[in-house]
């Protein structure tokens, strides 16, 4: 069993930046991110393995978001720069215990967070 705590969302500017935090309790092969803006189904944002030696990105989070790991807190961050108000939603830290190819979809993890809220506005 792995429980999953996110802090750091709130109310940013357009081009400001952001960190969010996901405190895990228990081992997971892989930790991630996803969000879910309103009237929108669940998006795949990043993912990183539990070593902290690989990681993926959505093709919207290239460049601009940074998935890191802290092993001795057994923490997974989200470094988002440059947020553009489409970057609004609730964004879920996920843990999961297989590194599926299938990483974009939801039922590829068994553990998520409550969520935490990030607004940016224009």
């Known amino acids: 069993q792995v429980q999953l705590v996110e802090s750091g969302g709130g109310l940013v500017q357009d081009g400001d930046s952001l960190r969010l935090s996901c405190a895990a309790s228990g081992r997971a092969t892989v930790l991630g991110w996803f969000r879910q803006a309103p009237g929108k189904e669940r998006e795949f944002v990043a993912r990183i393995n539990w070593s902290g030696t690989m990681t993926t990105y959505a093709d919207s989070a290239k460049g601009r978001f940074t998935i890191s790991r802290d092993m001795a807190k057994n923490s997974v961050y989200l470094q988002m720069n440059s947020l553009k108000p489409e970057d609004t939603a609730v964004y879920y830290c996920?843990?999961?215990?297989?590194?599926?190819?299938?990483?974009?979809?939801?039922?590829?993890?068994?553990?998520w967070g409550q969520g935490t809220q990030v607004t940016v506005s224009s």
């Open positions: 996920v843990a999961g215990s297989k590194y599926y190819l299938a990483y974009q979809r939801p039922d590829s993890y068994e553990y």
